[in-house]
Structure formats: C-alpha cells, structure tokens
C-alpha cells in the first residue's frame, strides 16, 4: 500500500504564494497534484514524471511549478501569484499517467486564497 502525505497548506492573500509538499512511501510515477473546490469537480493541476517531464492545466500555467525529489520520494508544488480561484483542497496523487489520476491518493490540504 502506498502512502501520500501532504503538508503546506494554508491561508494566503491574492498574489502570495504557498508551497505544498508531498511524501510517498514509495517510489511511484508519475505523480501530480489535483484540486476540488466546493461543488466543483475535482481536476488536475499539475503531474511530473520520473524524469521530470511536466504536464499542467492550462489556468496554472505559468504561476505554478511541480518538482520532485527522487532520492526523498517527495513531490513539490510551488504556486505563486494565487488567485482567489485557486482556494480548494489539494491533493497527491501517484500511479496514474500525465493526464488521468491514479489509485493513491493524500489526505488533501486546504489551500485558501482571500484577503
């Protein structure tokens, strides 16, 4: 069983920025960040292969960026200029493909954007 724990929530004003870390227990790709805000589908923010190719939605392009760290087993998002459309809770995601989610999934963290 694979487990994702994220940590780096949290609240921030419009134009700040926030960066979410993700631990597994094991080595999995890819891995991707997802997002559900309230009474909306949950969607795919950003995924990051084993050798680092990247896929991202089109409304984060450009502000937000998906690392990883191999040798730690941790994937990163670092996302600057927030929006208030960006409040939702976030979630890790490993095992599935650049564009489709897979089995395992954290726990998710709330990320809220408002002044």
């Known amino acids: 069983q694979v487990q994702l724990v994220e940590s780096g929530g949290g609240l921030v004003q419009p134009g700040g920025s926030l960066k979410l870390s993700c631990a597994v227990s094991?080595?999995?790709?890819?891995m991707g960040w997802y997002r559900q805000a309230p009474g909306k589908q949950r969607e795919l923010v950003a995924t990051?292969?084993?050798?680092?190719?990247?896929n991202y939605a089109d409304s984060v392009k450009g502000r937000f960026t998906i690392s990883r760290d191999n040798a730690k087993n941790t994937v990163y998002l670092e996302m600057n200029t927030l929006k208030p459309e960006d409040t939702a809770v976030y979630y890790c995601?490993?095992?599935?493909?650049?564009?489709?989610?897979?089995?395992?999934w954290g726990q998710g963290t709330q990320v809220t954007v408002s002044s």
């Open positions: 995601n490993a095992g599935g493909t650049m564009w489709y989610a897979g089995m395992y």
């Open positions: 094991a080595r999995v790709s890819p």
């Open positions: 990051i292969s084993s050798f680092g190719g990247t």
